[in-house]
């Protein structure tokens, strides 16, 4: 089983619709959720980060996250085709600093 | 404020010769962190400097190494290339060794003949 999961897609959404991006991760003593967003030939730019159970919010962005079901998710309202790129979610377990990133979902917003 | 920058952009090497990839951080920032980004294996920890120390490593071979310098530049060195060497190198500028937010230059990409 691999640390961190994600399905690679690619999720295809219409624009405007909210798309739901899931990573799962083995271990349990993970205590920090990241995920970035990367474009095609771009490197990776951090949308959020979450280390407490629940959800935060930014703006069209939402992670969410569950240590009991070791889930973390991403739902972005409102897609526009801008949000097209690859979302990466990385974990920090407790007490380190190096992260292990998942593979990546690539999205898809078509108008 | 400039971003991270990196060079070179681009690179080609050929099997068994070394190479020396540039990372200037974000101005202020002492931490820099270096990934390796192939399609097989996705983005994967190297190391972390931070005032001109290595505070974390990753699982990457000793052939892999970098340092850092007075005024936060990295380097990262990586002797008698493979082939599979090949990849995109990251490097990520924070603050403080640890902080949530980092922020990544825009790579080198390495390619090993």
């Known amino acids: 089983q691999k640390e961190v999961e994600q399905n690679s897609g690619p999720l295809s959404v219409p624009e405007g619709a909210i798309a739901s991006l899931n990573c799962t991760y083995s271990?349990?003593?993970?205590?920090?959720f990241f995920w970035y967003r990367q474009y095609s030939g771009k490197s990776p730019e951090l949308i959020m980060f979450?280390?407490?159970?629940g959800d935060k919010e930014d703006g069209r962005f939402t992670a969410q996250l569950n240590k009991a079901s070791q889930y973390v998710s991403l739902l972005i309202r409102d897609s526009q085709p801008s949000d097209s790129a690859t979302y990466l979610c990385?974990?920090?377990?407790?007490?380190?600093?190096?992260?292990?990133f998942g593979r990546g979902t690539s999205l898809i917003v078509h108008p | 404020k400039a971003g991270v920058t990196q060079t070179p952009r681009y690179l080609i090497k050929t099997r068994g010769q070394q190479v020396t990839l540039s990372c200037s951080p974000i101005?202020?920032?002492?931490?820099v962190s270096w990934y390796q980004q192939t399609p097989g294996q996705g983005l994967q920890f190297l190391f972390e400097?931070?005032?001109?120390?290595?505070?974390n490593k990753g699982n990457f071979p000793g052939r892999f190494s970098g340092r850092q310098f007075s005024n936060s530049r990295s380097e990262m060195n990586v002797s008698t290339l493979e082939l599979g060497d090949s990849a995109l190198y990251l490097c990520?500028?924070?603050?403080?060794?640890?902080?949530?937010?980092?922020?990544f230059g825009p790579g080198t990409r390495l390619t090993v003949t």
């Open positions: 990520a500028s924070s603050l403080e060794s640890g902080t949530y937010e980092q922020y």
């Open positions: 271990d349990r003593g993970s205590q920090s």
């Open positions: 979450i280390y407490s159970n």
């Open positions: 990385a974990v920090r377990k407790g007490g380190s600093y190096i992260p292990t």
């Open positions: 101005s202020g920032h002492r931490s």
């Open positions: 400097y931070f005032s001109e120390t290595q505070r």
